[in-house]
């Protein structure tokens, strides 16, 4: 009978030494204050009072950094944010190395960022993002192996500059657009001097390709009626003229 009288308290105590560890959590068993494993998901039994346990999620995690602001190599002042992606690979460390963990590897994100953005040039954080990226990943992984933690991920969302800096480069690359612009436009009068000079060339030795070309040219124009034609006699008539006109002082 006095069995039967204990029966509830042992079931109740029973029930609260069962403990769910679900498949996405590890549990960190400790027995009388000390480190005795590491236990996966289902019910496991932790004897009150000797033993406690610590879940720990084991899922990868997608962190918001805040913005942060930093001064890049060439001193200028730019503020950006990130996201970074990890998860616990090993729980022990992940309880026993470090107090908390997720607070642990945001500060360290942060720190990390403003590092990295200084040691390169405006125009690297804008046109490396992912060399950037890579190397706060680099740099952060060292550092969180020790906690048993696997960074998979680092990804710059914004870099925000100045007001003033934003409108120097706009001129920058309007001056840059002009230039392009001007460079063509020589290289396509480079080319139609060249083209001019060739045919040139050819008209000069061929006999009577200059008064062909001539020919064609009022033919052109003489389709309006409402165009004066002005006939420009060639200089190979001129120089047929002259040629008479010395045979008969020769005769003389």
Known sequence: MALVGFLPFIVIIFLASLKQINQ?????????????GVVE???RFILPIFQSFVKIDIRTKAVDVPKQETITRDNVSCKMNAVIYYK?????RAVNEVENVFWAVSQLAQTTMRRV????????????REKIAADILKSIDITT????IDFEAVELKDIELPESMVRTMAKQAEAEREKRATIINSEGEVMAAQNLA????????????????TLN???DISSDQSNTVIFAVPMEVLRAFEGIGQMMKNKK
């Open 24 to 36: 996405y959590e590890r549990g960190v068993i400790y027995t009388m204050g000390r480190f005795s």
């Open 41 to 43: 998901p289902g019910w």
């Open 88 to 92: 616990v690979t090993d729980a022990n």
């Open 117 to 128: 953005a200084g040691e390169a040039t405006l125009d690297e954080l804008l046109s490396n």
């Open 145 to 148: 192996d020790q906690w048993g």
């Open 198 to 213: 060739e045919a040139a060339t050819t008209m000069a030795k061929n006999p009577g390709a200059l008064h062909l070309r």
């Open 217 to 219: 040219s009022i033919n």
